[in-house]
Nanobody, 122 residues
C-alpha cells in the first residue's frame, strides 16, 4: 500500500510558477513509478508527467513540455512538479499517482492522492 498526499497548489497569475509536492508513505518509494495528472471541471483526468525512478525515465504531456519538470527526492519519499510559465488552461485539480510501472493513462495507476487545486488567472 502507498499513501500519497499532495500540497503546493494555489492561485497564481499567468506566467507565474508553482511547485507541487507529493509525499509518499507505505511501501518502498523508489520501487514505484510516480505520475502527475490533472482534471479540469467537466473534463476527463489527463496525464501531465511521470517518472520511473529505477529506469530514470521521464515523460511529459506535449502541453507541458518545456514548462513543467518532474523530479523526486527518494530520501524524503517526495515527488515534485515544478510548473513554470503557467497558463490559464493549466487550471485544474492536480493529482499524484503511483504504480509499479510508468504509464500515461489514469487506469495504469493504483494509488492516488486527494488532489490539490491549481488556479491560473489571466
Amino acid at each position: 500500500q502507498v499513501q500519497l498526499v499532495e500540497s503546493g497548489g494555489g492561485l497564481v497569475q499567468a506566467g507565474g510558477s508553482l511547485r507541487l509536492s507529493c509525499a509518499a508513505s507505505g511501501r518502498t518509494f523508489s520501487s514505484y513509478a510516480m505520475g502527475w495528472f490533472r482534471q479540469a471541471p467537466g473534463k476527463e483526468r489527463e496525464f501531465v508527467a511521470a517518472t520511473s525512478w529505477r529506469g530514470g525515465i521521464t515523460s511529459y504531456a506535449d502541453s507541458v513540455k518545456g514548462r513543467f519538470t518532474i523530479s523526486g527526492d527518494n530520501a524524503k519519499n517526495t515527488v515534485y512538479l515544478q510548473m513554470n510559465s503557467l497558463k490559464p488552461e493549466d487550471t485544474a485539480v492536480y493529482y499524484c499517482a503511483a504504480d509499479g510501472r510508468i504509464g500515461v493513462r489514469p487506469s495504469e495507476y493504483a494509488y492516488w492522492g486527494q488532489g490539490t487545486q491549481v488556479t491560473v488567472s489571466s
